[in-house]
T-cell receptor, first 109, second 113 residues
Framework: GQNIDQPTEMTATEGAIVQINCTYQTSGFNGLFWYQQHAGEAPTFLSYNVLDGLEEKGRFSSFLSRSKGYSYLLLKELQMKDSASYLCAFSSNTGKLIFGQGTTLQVKP | SAVISQKPSRDICQRGTSLTIQCQVDSQVTMMFWYRQQPGQSLTLIATANQGSEATYESGFVIDKFPISRPNLTFSTLTVSNMSPEDSSIYLC??????????FGPGTRLTVT
């Protein structure tokens, strides 16, 4: 079967670093995606990993281990505007995205 | 990435009625998808909108309830039929980019009373 799991909520302090973990199980895999969604808005694409390793994009980095079915999103130098939901999703062989429940991140001053 | 628009942005409808949501993309795309996001929940795929053929529905979603049209490579509609309060959700269309990533339209916020 297919499933994907991530923590429901996290809290971090402005200026700090936070890591949001995601584990998944699937037979067909075409990549792991992270999206950011602010309340009342559509999800916006953050990152894509298809090979093992770390992809860095500014303050955001994403890591993938396909053998472990594991990914994380790393946010550095947290800002108040980073308070949002972060959605982990994998792409199946058919191009469909299967989303996790999302992690609501609250950044505190 | 493609620019995606949706109409309407929001609506309040009475139970038993139907609403058709439009999704327009500024470039031709192969794959278009329709998602539902219920309050406080993540995204659930309703169907893949196929150009020139019937949509492919996910488990739990049926054509009679959510008929979909895709007349060309830039446009699709989703109809929510015979609505009930449980259909109150945000409905989003999405298109694929160059590497399987998907880009989402702004969403249609539907409230059924």
């Amino acid at each position: 079967g297919q499933n994907i799991d991530q923590p429901t909520e996290m809290t971090a302090t402005e200026g700090a670093i936070v890591q949001i973990n995601c584990t998944y199980q699937t037979s067909g895999f075409n990549g792991l995606f992270w999206y950011q969604q602010h309340a009342g808005e559509a999800p916006t694409f953050l990152s894509y990993n298809v090979l093992d390793g770390l992809e860095e994009k500014g303050r955001f980095s994403s890591f993938l281990s396909r053998s472990k079915g594991y990914s994380y999103l790393l946010l550095k130098e947290l800002q108040m505007k980073d308070s949002a939901s972060y959605l982990c999703a994998f792409s199946s062989n058919t191009g469909k995205l299967i989303f996790g429940q999302g992690t609501t991140l609250q950044v505190k001053p | 990435s493609a620019v995606i628009s949706q109409k309407p942005s929001r609506d309040i409808c009475q139970r038993g009625t139907s609403l058709t949501i439009q999704c327009q993309v500024d470039s031709q795309v192969t794959m278009m998808f329709w998602y539902r996001q219920q309050p406080g929940q993540s995204l659930t795929l309703i169907a893949t909108a196929n150009q020139g053929s019937e949509a492919t529905y996910e488990s739990g979603f049926v054509i009679d309830k959510f008929p979909i049209s895709r007349p060309n490579l830039t446009f699709s509609t989703l109809t929510v039929s015979n609505m009930s309060p449980e259909d109150s959700s945000i409905y989003l269309c999405s298109v694929t980019g160059t590497e399987y990533e998907q880009y989402f339209g702004p969403g249609t916020r539907l409230t059924v009373t």
